[in-house]
């Protein structure tokens, strides 16, 4: 399964791609961000917000790992979203703030993992209550797939809007073996 190494490498690819999809939608005007484009949040700036939910109701939930990551701490005993579309605001700006905040604790997260925390089971509720005991390392591959899944119907919003984000592969990412 996957190392704290590749997590490591996701969360700086993560961060990077959020910041160019941030400064891609930063191009248009509020109203395009805004505009209903058929996706299943709607708009960019839906699916940008519901993006954020995710990874807040993934994170809140993670501060509640048996490892106690200091990364999480802010997050411990904080409310979930009530919804997967929590409105972060209405603004892009708005939702940049949230955006920046959390990408600064999934690469402090990212940092602190060791391999023994991948392999713990974890054990966490839905928004409905179904509880799950899963191992760790398999729910923060989730974590991060569901991340890739939301930003690739979001760049392609903005190619349909007429702006193209760049090369968006993790195996650019990747190091050459030695």
């Known amino acids: 399964m996957s190392s ?3 997590f490591n490498l996701l969360a700086q690819y993560n961060e990077t791609m959020n910041r160019k999809l941030y400064d891609a939608a930063a191009t248009l005007s509020a109203e395009e961000v ?3 484009r058929g996706a299943f ?4 700036l839906g699916t940008m917000n519901h993006l954020l939910a995710g990874d807040t109701i993934w994170l809140t939930r993670f501060a509640q790992h048996p490892s106690a990551f200091r990364a999480l701490a802010p997050l411990r005993g904080a409310p979930l ?3 997967l579309r929590h409105s972060f605001g209405d603004s892009l700006a708005e939702l ?3 955006r920046e905040r959390l990408d600064g604790l999934i690469g402090a997260l990212a940092g602190e993992l060791r391999p023994a925390d991948l392999e713990q089971t974890f054990s966490y509720r839905t928004m409905s209550g179904q509880a799950f005991h899963k191992r760790f390392g398999s729910v923060l591959l989730h974590f991060f797939n569901h991340q890739t899944h939301h930003r690739g119907q979001a760049s ?3 190619m349909q809007a007429g702006v ?6 993790l195996l650019v990412w990747i190091p050459e073996a030695s």
């Not at 193209?164 to 592969?169: E, F, H, K, Q, S």
């Open 34 to 36: 805004s505009a209903d």
């Open 156 to 158: 392609t919003l903005l």
């Open 164 to 169: 193209d984000i760049g090369v968006t592969d």
């Open 4 to 6: 704290c190494e590749d």
């Open 41 to 44: 949040f709607g708009s960019l």
């Open 81 to 83: 979203p009530t919804s």
């Open 96 to 98: 940049r703030v949230h």
